[in-house]
């Protein structure tokens, strides 16, 4: 088994590429690791993808993974993860912002110390501050909703020991997520490592303002998700009953008014006339289709599929 496997969504950076492979050769080979470089091209559209496949026919070390189309990060990363033969996975942005440097490190964290999840922390950043304020105002959210004391979940340089990532599945944006879904699937030894944060060297970042507004969406999914995925009736079903039996107490209450005033012989407002009618009329409607989607819920979960959402187009130095 590989001690280590890098593993690098790439999209659009055909410069720093051949700099960032011989970066992680040199120290995996400087500390006698045996290694992959596991390079995703998410659908880039400059010439990534030929340098891919010329860096790994000069080292067959470096593997390659082409999409037919830009998927986004959680793909690329999940596509590496089910690739990675190594007994530590580390991943690494393409843009030599993360330092190769920290390999040893993290190793160390998750054979020696035994961490399931090391994350690294970019304590001293090279970003301007339009990214670092909203960043900061995003992971002290995250760190009080999900209840894990990590400093920068968006960074991504970090270590994970290897049955971690064959046990869990992103999509969508959850990979700044990825500590909650292994603390919810038992890996709960999770670590933090201050970690040096480059400049950026080649291109510009493909990163902008809405990725924090599609994180806090992402964050509202994956919890939601977590808790009622198995059982969805218990949040639609519980909905359902109060807003049903909401609505059938308040035309309990009106036809009692109706009869009790008529048997006293006092003038009454027809049912339909007021308000209160039309309120427990939606409450009741609202609660039968809380039902139907709490069924239709169970019945997806029951048979869900197990497809990814991604296509690969070609992949080069996997061996079968």
Aim: charged share 20%; net charge neutral; hydrophobic share 40%.
């Amino acid at each position: 088994m590989l001690q280590v496997s890098a593993v690098v969504p790439v999209f659009n950076e055909e410069e720093s590429l051949p700099e960032l492979t011989q970066w992680i050769s040199r120290v995996c080979n400087d500390h006698g690791f045996s290694y992959e470089i596991i390079l995703v091209n998410d659908g880039s559209t400059d010439q990534s993808w030929d340098v891919i496949q010329r860096l790994a026919k000069e080292n067959g070390n470096i593997k390659g993974l082409n999409f037919i189309r830009n998927y986004g990060k959680s793909a690329a990363l999940d596509a590496g993860f089910k690739k990675a033969e190594g007994q530590v996975v580390i991943t690494l942005d393409a843009d030599l912002q993360d330092s190769p440097d920290e390999i040893p490190g993290l190793f160390k964290m998750i054979t020696e110390e035994g961490y399931d999840v090391v994350s690294g922390w970019k304590k001293e950043r090279h970003d301007p501050i339009s990214k670092t304020i909203p960043s900061r105002f995003f992971n002290a959210v995250t760190r009080w909703i999900s209840g894990i004391k990590l400093h920068d979940f968006n960074c991504g340089l970090k270590a994970y020991r290897s049955k971690v990532v064959k046990n869990i599945q992103i999509y969508g944006e959850m990979h700044r997520y990825i500590p909650l879904l292994a603390k919810w699937n038992g890996f709960a030894k999770i670590g933090e490592k201050v970690v040096q944060h480059q400049a950026r060297k080649y291109g510009y970042s493909k990163f902008g303002i809405e990725r924090f507004l599609n994180g806090f969406l992402d964050l509202i999914s994956v919890s939601f998700v977590h808790r009622y995925k198995k059982k969805p009736m218990h949040f639609f079903g519980l909905w359902g009953t109060l807003s049903f039996f909401s609505g059938f107490i308040i035309t309990c209450w009106l036809i009692f008014q109706k009869v009790y005033g008529l048997s006293q012989g006092k003038p009454v407002r027809e049912i339909v006339d007021q308000p209160l009618f039309f309120l427990a009329l939606v409450a009741l409607i609202i609660g039968v289709q809380l039902f139907v989607t709490g069924f239709i819920a169970e019945l997806m979960t029951s048979n869900q599929s197990k497809e990814t959402e991604y296509k690969i187009d070609e992949e080069i130095n996997f061996h079968f």
